[in-house]
């Protein structure tokens, strides 16, 4: 159970990650 939890963890943060750099990279290409 714990090894499940952790990955829904990393995987969470890793999209939320991508997610913010692709933005900002959106931000600064166009801005």
Do not use: E, N, P, Y
Not at 2 to 25: D, Y
């Amino acid at each position: 159970m714990t090894v499940v939890i952790v990955a829904v963890v990393v995987v969470a943060v890793l999209v939320c990650s991508c997610v913010v750099f692709l933005r900002a990279r959106g931000r600064s290409k166009r801005g």
